[in-house]
Structure formats: structure tokens, C-alpha cells
């Protein structure tokens, strides 16, 4: 893959990527903390977006069979980047009407939310399938690796000016740093995905377009298919689902302001950049499944010493914490992402990113609903907010463990020597 391209790529990573930040990093605290919201409420608003996953299915192979003026992916990637936009840029509006008792304040929330969730899926699913296709198997490494580092160096940067823009924090800056953010996403997200892709590269032929129904079926006869999205849900819970409680926990139990707590955001990022950065090379050397092991290891241990800095109040734990547990999503995150990419079929590359994005989002789904739902009845029935959060954390540590005998059982060669789409439509007489 040519530079150009890959720049283009990790622009559209970007783009998306900023348009949750502002949700993930601040929106998520300010409901819960400032706004005094229940987390679980929050969670469920969260969560909208993951409910929506399954139709990353449908979105893999749309470009496949429903090409838009000659295009398979840029025109889904545009339309997903134009919701995003708006959803990230009405959320903190439909925030502020929840916690005032409006009654349009949870329909609303759910009109953002949903925009940004329908066009995270739309625009994630397409753009890693055009990752996918633009890039050979020994160049997909290296490519993860590319998008990751632009990806969380933007992150960074993002997160220092996002938290610069609402200091001294009040609705209205908030607001304001929302709408700006969404705006700067969009423009980044335009400039990488117009010339990308060439206007009318090859199309699946019309007897192989498979319909729901063969998707299903081409996924599901796939043991290692199976085995592959089962360790992804356990996995990315494990490494995903503390998003929507960290900075909370840091205003909760150790009583840091806003400002600070989206500061934390650059600390765990840069880490975890450092993380991307040495995947590629130990990968060359020890392969990506140990890598990827390692990576989840490392993790649990971070996780572990933030759960350890609130049992003894201390927040000079929290940070090295933070520090340990994004070195090892780094590593995870590139080793995993460069296997998933492998773990696809030539011809079918929307089909399984398709499967794989919807790992993701029930991933992300079932782990900020447990966060949400076990941090408030866990921190009600024993009376202590730390509680709460210590029995999420463990519970995600116990899950990286779950996911470390899964990865032992899946085998990228097995994946390619199972049925396709030609032999499953063929078996079930599906000729157009």
C-alpha cells in the first residue's frame, strides 16, 4: 500500500475516533458525576450504538452488492462520518435535557446517540474492509499498526486540547468544544476518504452476492470463525469495558476534576501509542498470537494496580496504572486488529469484517452495560462507591484470563480451509 493511501486510511481512523472521544472521555463523567445521572442510564445511552451492531453484517457486504456511482466503500464510509458528526455534536444538548426533566430529554438522547451509533457502524465496517482490500496479507501488520499510531496520537493531542476548550468548565463550553470537535472530524474524515478508493473496482459477481441468510451461514459453518468471535467478545470486554467508568472512578474516589480526568485519556494514550509502536517488530519475532497474549496480560496487570490505587486512595498508583494498562491494550489492540484482518476470506473481506465489527460492538455493548449496571448495585447494596468499581474491574481482569485459553485454540490456517460463500450458496441452490 502506498503511503498516500495509508494516510487517507488513518485519517477516516481518526475521524470517527474524534467523534467519540468527547463521549467516551468527558460526556460519559459529566452525565454521571456532575450531572448526577445514574450510570446505568448512561450506559444504556452509551451502549445504542453496540445494540445497533448486527447490521455491520448487512453494511460488509452492501458495498459488495449495492455499489454506489461505481463505489463499494466510500460512499458508506461518507454517510457514516456524516452521522457521527452529528450525534458527537448533539449530545451534550440531549445530556442537559435529561438531567433538566424535559420531557423530549431521553427521546432526544436517543436520536444522538443512535445518529452516532448508526454511523460508527456504517463508517467502521467500510473502512476496514477498504483497509483490508488496499492492503496485501504481509503489509496488514504494518498497516494496524499505521492507522493506530495516527489514530492515538490524534487522541492525544485531541484529548489536551478537548480538555483545554471546556476549562473553566461550564454547559455552554462544553457544548461549544463538542460542535467544534464534530466539525474538525468531519473536514479530517472528507479530505481522507474523497480519491481513496478507484471508481469501479472490482464487484463480487451477482451469483456470489450473498444474501443475510448466506452471510449467516458462511460465518457460522466456520468453526475457527466461531471460536475467533467468541474470544474477540471476551476479550475487547475485558479491555473495553472500563471506558465508560475510568474517569468517573478518578472523580468518585479520588475527587479529580473534569479537566484532569480527560487529561488521564492522553496518559493511558501515549502508553498505549508506545504499545502499537513495538507490536510489529515483536510480532516479526515471536508471532501474533503470543503477542497478542502478552498484550492482554499486561493489561490485566494495569488494570489490576488502578484497582489497587482506590483500595488505598492513593492517585500516584492511579496514573502508572493507567500508564501499565494502555502499554498493554497498545500491544493487544495491533496484535489482535492484524489477526482479524488475516482471519477474512479473498472475495468475502466485507462479509467477515462484517463479523468481526459486530464482536466489537457487543463487546463494547456488554461491557459498558456491566459497568454501568454492576458500578450502581454493587455501589448501592454495599454502600461504598469504591465497590462498585473495584468488582467491574475484577471482573474484566477475570475475562482477560478467559480470553489468554480461547486465543490457544484458534488457528488462522484452519479459518482459510472452511466453506465460502460459492460452496454455501451452491449447497443451499441460491443461483441468481
Known amino acids: 500500500m502506498r503511503l498516500p493511501q495509508l494516510a487517507r486510511l488513518s485519517a477516516i481512523h481518526v475521524a470517527v475516533a474524534l467523534t467519540l472521544l468527547p463521549i467516551n472521555s468527558t460526556l460519559n463523567r459529566i452525565m454521571i458525576t456532575e450531572l448526577g445521572l445514574s450510570a446505568t442510564?448512561?450506559?444504556?445511552?452509551?451502549?445504542?450504538?453496540?445494540?445497533?451492531?448486527?447490521?455491520?453484517?448487512?453494511?460488509?457486504?452492501?458495498?459488495?452488492?449495492?455499489?454506489?456511482?461505481?463505489?463499494?466503500?466510500?460512499?458508506?464510509?461518507?454517510?457514516?462520518?456524516?452521522?457521527?458528526?452529528?450525534?458527537?455534536?448533539?449530545?451534550?444538548?440531549?445530556?442537559?435535557?435529561?438531567?433538566?426533566?424535559?420531557?423530549?430529554?431521553?427521546?432526544?438522547?436517543?436520536?444522538?446517540?443512535?445518529?452516532?451509533?448508526?454511523?460508527?457502524?456504517?463508517?467502521?465496517?467500510?473502512?476496514?474492509?477498504?483497509?483490508?482490500?488496499?492492503?496485501?496479507?504481509?503489509?496488514?501488520?504494518?498497516?494496524?499498526?499505521?492507522?493506530?499510531f495516527?489514530?492515538?496520537?490524534?487522541?492525544?493531542?485531541?484529548?489536551?486540547?478537548?480538555?483545554?476548550?471546556?476549562?473553566?468548565?461550564?454547559?455552554?463550553?462544553?457544548?461549544?468544544?463538542?460542535?467544534?470537535?464534530?466539525?474538525?472530524?468531519?473536514?479530517?474524515?472528507?479530505?481522507?476518504?474523497?480519491?481513496?478508493?478507484?471508481?469501479?473496482?472490482?464487484?463480487?459477481?451477482?451469483?456470489?452476492?450473498?444474501?443475510?441468510?448466506?452471510?449467516?451461514?458462511?460465518?457460522?459453518?466456520n468453526p475457527q470463525a466461531k471460536k475467533f468471535f467468541v474470544y474477540l467478545i471476551?476479550?475487547?470486554?475485558?479491555?473495553?469495558?472500563?471506558?465508560?467508568?475510568?474517569?468517573?472512578?478518578?472523580?468518585?474516589?479520588?475527587?479529580?476534576?473534569?479537566?484532569?480526568?480527560?487529561?488521564?485519556?492522553?496518559?493511558?494514550?501515549?502508553?498505549?501509542?508506545?504499545?502499537?509502536?513495538?507490536t510489529s517488530p515483536l510480532t516479526k519475532r515471536f508471532g501474533m498470537k503470543p503477542v497478542a497474549s502478552a498484550g492482554a496480560m499486561i493489561a490485566a496487570a494495569g488494570l489490576g494496580m488502578i484497582v489497587a490505587a482506590g483500595a488505598v486512595h492513593q492517585v500516584g498508583l492511579l496514573v502508572p496504572g493507567l500508564a501499565v494498562f494502555g502499554f498493554g491494550s497498545g500491544i493487544s489492540t495491533a496484535a489482535n486488529l492484524a489477526l482479524m484482518l488475516d482471519m477474512t476470506v479473498t472475495g468475502q473481506v466485507g462479509m467477515f469484517i462484517g463479523a468481526w465489527g459486530v464482536a466489537d460492538a457487543l463487546a463494547r455493548f456488554g461491557?459498558?452495560?456491566?459497568?454501568?449496571?454492576?458500578?450502581?448495585?454493587?455501589?448501592?447494596?454495599?454502600?461504598?462507591?469504591?465497590?462498585?468499581?473495584a468488582v467491574v474491574f475484577g471482573i474484566e481482569i477475570a475475562l482477560f484470563g478467559v480470553s489468554l485459553l480461547l486465543l490457544k485454540k484458534i488457528e488462522v490456517g484452519a479459518f482459510t480451509r472452511h466453506a465460502t460463500t460459492r460452496e454455501v450458496i451452491a449447497a443451499a441452490g441460491e443461483h441468481r
Open 41 to 148: 442510564l448512561v450506559a444504556l445511552l452509551v451502549s445504542i450504538p453496540y445494540l445497533l451492531s448486527p447490521m455491520q453484517l448487512w453494511i460488509g457486504t452492501l458495498g459488495e452488492r449495492r455499489p454506489l456511482w461505481g463505489y463499494r466503500r466510500s460512499p458508506y464510509i461518507l454517510i457514516g462520518l456524516v452521522l457521527c458528526a452529528f450525534g458527537a455534536a448533539s449530545s451534550p444538548a440531549a445530556a442537559f435535557a435529561i438531567h433538566d426533566g424535559v420531557w423530549w430529554g431521553i427521546p432526544f438522547g436517543v436520536v444522538a446517540f443512535g445518529a452516532w451509533g448508526f454511523g460508527f457502524n456504517f463508517a467502521t465496517v467500510s473502512y476496514l474492509a477498504l483497509a483490508t482490500e488496499l492492503s496485501s496479507t504481509n503489509e496488514r501488520s504494518k498497516t494496524v499498526g499505521v492507522m493506530w
Open 150 to 221: 495516527v489514530l492515538i496520537l490524534s487522541m492525544i493531542i485531541g484529548g489536551i486540547s478537548f480538555s483545554r476548550a471546556i476549562e473553566p468548565y461550564s454547559h455552554a463550553r462544553l457544548s461549544t468544544a463538542f460542535v467544534e470537535m464534530a466539525v474538525f472530524a468531519l473536514l479530517i474524515g472528507l479530505l481522507g476518504v474523497l480519491g481513496l478508493e478507484h471508481r469501479g473496482s472490482a464487484t463480487i459477481p451477482a451469483e456470489l452476492r450473498p444474501s443475510m441468510w448466506v452471510t449467516l451461514r458462511t460465518v457460522a459453518g
Open 234 to 278: 471476551i476479550l475487547l470486554i475485558g479491555l473495553l469495558g472500563q471506558d465508560v467508568l475510568l474517569e468517573p472512578y478518578a472523580g468518585d474516589v479520588f475527587g479529580v476534576a473534569p479537566a484532569v480526568t480527560t487529561r488521564y485519556t492522553s496518559i493511558w494514550g501515549t502508553t498505549l501509542l508506545i504499545g502499537l509502536l513495538v
Open 367 to 389: 461491557g459498558t452495560m456491566l459497568s454501568g449496571i454492576l458500578r450502581d448495585v454493587v455501589g448501592y447494596t454495599l454502600g461504598s462507591v469504591y465497590a462498585g468499581y
